[in-house]
C-alpha cells in the first residue's frame, strides 16, 4: 500500500509539473500563408480565454454511490444497498489559469454516511473481545450497520478547457461521529448506538473524474474500520457520482 501512495503522489507530480508547463505556454502563432503574425483580436481573444477558470470559488457536492469491503473476512454485504452519501462544501484556490489548462486546490469540509447492509440474519454486537457479528434468532428483513463522519477532503484538480473534462486526485482525513446498528424483523425494529470498537480517525485516497455537471468518484478508506485487535476487520471502497 505504501508502494501504491508513493506511485500517486509521484504521478501527480510529475503532472503537475507537466501541466504547468502547457498551461504558461504563451507560444506565437505564425501564419504560414502570409508570414504574419495574427491579428490582434485573435490575440485580445486568447487572452480573455485564458482569463476564464473552469474552477468556480465554491461549490457544493452531493455524492451518492456505494461501499464494499476489500477483503473477505468481513460479511457478506448486500451491495446495491450498502449505500454512501456525502454532502460536500468546497473552496477551489485557483493556482493556474491557462489557455489549456486550469489547475485548482479543492478545499472544504463534508459529512458522509456509510450504510453497511447485510445479507445474513446477523447484528454487529460488542462482546469481550472488541466487536463482533452474531447471528440473530428473529428472522430479519434488514440489517445494516451506519457509520456517520466528518471529513475533510484535499483534491488537487486539473481542468482541461477544450474537452471540458476535469480530473481531481488526491485524499482525505476525517473522523467518525456516530455509529449505530439497525435491525428489522418480526419483533420490530431495534437501534443500537455504540462506537463497536472502531477506529475514531481516518484517512483515505480519492479520485474524480467528471464532465460539466456530471461526475465520478472513488475513495479507499487506508484505516480500516475497526481497532487492530478487532476480531473482524476490513477497509471501505466507495464510488459513485457526484452531482
Do not use: C
Request: net charge positive.
Amino acid at each position: 500500500m505504501k508502494t501504491l501512495i508513493k506511485t500517486i503522489a509521484a504521478l501527480a507530480i510529475a503532472m503537475t509539473a507537466h501541466i504547468s508547463v502547457m498551461a504558461q505556454d504563451e507560444e506565437d502563432h505564425f501564419d504560414s500563408d502570409n508570414k504574419n503574425y495574427h491579428s490582434r483580436s485573435y490575440k485580445e481573444e486568447r487572452t480573455e480565454r485564458k482569463s476564464r477558470n473552469m474552477f468556480s470559488r465554491r461549490d457544493f457536492g452531493l455524492y451518492l454511490g456505494l461501499n464494499t469491503f476489500d477483503t473477505d473476512k468481513t460479511p457478506e454485504l448486500d451491495n446495491w444497498n450498502s449505500r454512501y452519501v456525502a454532502l460536500n462544501w468546497k473552496k477551489n484556490h485557483r493556482l493556474i489559469t491557462g489557455n489549456k489548462v486550469d489547475v485548482a486546490m479543492g478545499t472544504g469540509f463534508e459529512f458522509a454516511w456509510n450504510n453497511y447492509m447485510f445479507k445474513d440474519n446477523i447484528t454487529l454486537k460488542n462482546q469481550a473481545t472488541g466487536a463482533d457479528f452474531v447471528e440473530v434468532k428473529d428472522q430479519l428483513d434488514k440489517s445494516k450497520l451506519v457509520v456517520t463522519s466528518f471529513n475533510v477532503p484535499l483534491m488537487l484538480q486539473f481542468g482541461f478547457k477544450e474537452s471540458k473534462w476535469i480530473l481531481g486526485l488526491g485524499a482525505y482525513g476525517g473522523a467518525r461521529i456516530n455509529s449505530y446498528t439497525k435491525i428489522k424483523g418480526e419483533n420490530g425494529t431495534k437501534r443500537d448506538h455504540s462506537a463497536f470498537n472502531m477506529n475514531k480517525f481516518h484517512y483515505g485516497l480519492a479520485a474524480e473524474l467528471g464532465h460539466k455537471n456530471f461526475t465520478l468518484f472513488a475513495r479507499y478508506q487506508m484505516t480500516p474500520v475497526f481497532k487492530d485487535n478487532n476480531p473482524v476487520n476490513g477497509n471501505t471502497i466507495m464510488f459513485g457520482i457526484r452531482l
